[in-house]
T-cell receptor, first 112, second 112 residues
Framework: DAKTTQPPSMDCAEGRAANLPCNHS???????VYWYRQIHSQGPQYIIH???NNETNEMASLIITEDRKSSTLILPHATLRDTAVYYC?????????????FGKGITLSVRP | KAGVTQTPRYLIKTRGQQVTLSCSPI?????VSWYQQTPGQGLQFLFE???????NKGNFPGRFSGRQFSNSRSEMNVSTLELGDSALYLC???????????FGQGTRLTVV
């Protein structure tokens, strides 16, 4: 699986949009971009995933650049409960491998 | 629908002992994966089981083993515990054809 690079931390004000960047310059054509988050002492929570088109669900939006070398997770109206470590993961859907390779993630702190 | 259930939530063991952790996946999910999370190494993949067969294995010593039963419930075992095995052990389940993994709350193992 391709490697991802995320800044170690960022913060944003409550109610504002949080834009979390991720670089995955070695991504291959069949690899998807996934985002998970982990709130302190809990198991990781799936947020969203995409291949090349932008995706949106009730939690967030995922914007993938045209060359697919980077992406941005957008939390449109961050709340204090969104404070967590966010992991960007690249994974292929082919074959039987469902392993998720977690990096260090980005720690998002939402301030009141 | 019940989520992924891991038992016990907390465990304290002594060096040299062995431990068994249990994971009940979401109903209908046939794939169960295990991860170890430590402050130093982050989240690391241990192994994955699908239909009672180990399908993928991470880079951990043979002291770490697992199995899956016909009802998809899974157990992992760690023998001859070391202090470095102290970690949060997470289980994730996924359904065939659905990409995202759903994690349990984890079992916090402390080895003293």
């Amino acid at each position: 699986d391709a490697k991802t690079t995320q800044p170690p931390s960022m913060d944003c004000a409550e109610g504002r949009a949080a834009n979390l960047p991720c670089n995955h310059s070695t991504i291959s054509g069949n690899e998807y971009v996934y985002w998970y988050r982990q709130i302190h002492s809990q198991g990781p929570q799936y947020i969203i995933h995409g291949l090349k088109n932008n995706e949106t669900n009730e939690m967030a939006s995922l914007i993938i650049t045209e060359d697919r070398k980077s992406s941005t997770l957008i939390l449109p109206h961050a709340t204090l409960r969104d404070t967590a470590v966010y992991y960007c993961i690249v994974r292929s859907h082919t074959g039987a491998n469902s392993k998720l390779t977690f990096g260090k993630g980005i720690t998002l702190s939402v301030r009141p | 629908k019940a989520g992924v259930t891991q038992t016990p939530r907390y465990l304290i063991k002594t060096r040299g002992q062995q431990v068994t952790l249990s994971c009940s996946p979401i109903s209908g999910h046939r794939s169960v994966s295990w991860y170890q999370q430590t402050p130093g190494q982050g989240l690391q993949f241990l192994f994955e089981y699908f239909s009672e067969t180990q399908r993928n294995k991470g880079n951990f010593p043979g002291r770490f083993s697992g199995r899956q039963f016909s009802n998809s419930r899974s157990e992992m075992n760690v023998s001859t515990l070391e202090l470095g095995d102290s970690a949060l052990y997470l289980c994730a389940s996924r359904s065939t054809g659905i990409a995202e993994a759903f994690f349990g709350q984890g079992t916090r193992l402390t080895v003293v």
